[in-house]
């Protein structure tokens, strides 16, 4: 049986306070680079890369539990792919749920949405014409899967960048009669992906605005005040070590998302869900609340 979760994220966090040592707490484990969309803003669909083996899968996810991880998301890729033999998601979804805290999935939503995964983000990058710009033409069999499926934690995650960054507002607006909640980041120029979609500074500074007052409206953006309005100068203090990922080959990285994937330039970082583990280890309440509320944890 795991142990309490909160409990276990006080004595994670008074580890590394005061005897340094630092362990991360989730990972983002690609499982396969392959996938049925050829986005604009990804660039690991054109790796070619073969996926991981179930035996390979479970030895690394008993690794990440060993060095700390306690939430885990599978990604691609398209997860919803990957296949070895006759084994299919669900069988690592199962794996992982005897291992952590909670199991996410990053799925496109191409395919149907049926997961025993704690929570699913759907990348929905724009309304019907500024997604298909960036993802394809995949925007109504998203909406169709969204609506057919009886999971009960489906989220939504938008990639802000050039292409999109006009329909903020109503895309929040438009998605929250879809879904239990958003999240948002914004576009990072990977190496091989489509560079120039990078969003000019006073360009986010405006969706963010816009985003900030969407939540104080009510509508449900997940991430919290105080992550999005860091966002803004990127002045938030990052503890890259809380993060680890995982690639289809079995090879993990600790720290940022980009380690070993692409130069790091963190005044261009939109990642913001290292911007919320960073401040919920700082003791930002509303990054604490805000984190409570994606993996479903009671707290009290």
């Known amino acids: 049986m795991l142990e309490s979760h909160y409990l276990y994220f006080l004595k994670h966090n008074l580890k590394a306070r005061l005897l340094g040592k630092r362990q991360p707490l989730l990972c983002g484990f690609k499982i396969t680079h392959r996938c049925n969309l050829k986005c604009r803003i990804c660039p690991f669909w054109r790796s070619g890369q073969a996926d991981i083996t179930f035996t390979q899968a479970v030895r690394v996810m008993d690794r990440l539990r060993g060095d700390g991880v306690r939430l885990m998301i599978f990604e691609g890729g398209e997860p919803f792919l990957w296949r070895d033999g006759e084994l299919a998601l669900e069988d690592l979804v199962r794996e992982s749920k005897r291992r952590f ?4 999935i990053t799925t496109n939503g191409t395919l149907p949405i049926e997961t025993a995964a704690d929570t699913v983000w759907v990348s ?13 033409k ?3 069999k998203i909406i169709e899967n969204i609506k057919a499926s009886s ?12 292409l999109n960054d006009g329909e903020a507002t109503e895309l929040v607006k438009y998605l929250s009669e879809l879904v239990q909640g958003v999240t948002i980041q914004f576009y990072y120029p990977f190496p091989g992906s489509s560079e120039d979609l990078e969003l000019p500074g006073q360009r986010r500074v405006k969706v963010l605005e816009e ?18 309005r860091a966002l803004k100068k ?14 289809p080959d079995g090879a993990v990285n600790y720290g940022c998302y980009l380690e070993n994937r692409a130069d ?3 005044e261009k970082c939109g990642f913001a869900a290292h911007t919320e583990i960073s401040k919920a280890y700082d003791w930002h309440l509303p990054a604490i609340r805000a984190g409570a509320k994606i993996f479903g944890f009671r707290w009290f």
């Open 101 to 104: 805290f909670c199991t996410g």
């Open 124 to 136: 929905i990058d724009g309304l019907r014409e500024g997604h298909d710009a960036g993802r394809g």
């Open 138 to 140: 995949s925007f109504d």
């Open 151 to 162: 999971h009960p934690r489906i989220f939504a995650n938008i990639c802000f960048s050039s």
């Open 211 to 228: 985003l900030l007052a969407l939540k104080k409206q009510g509508y449900p953006l997940l991430d919290s005040f105080s992550a999005l």
């Open 234 to 247: 990127n002045d938030w203090r990052c503890h890259s070590w809380l993060i680890a990922s995982a690639e």
């Open 264 to 266: 790091i330039a963190c």
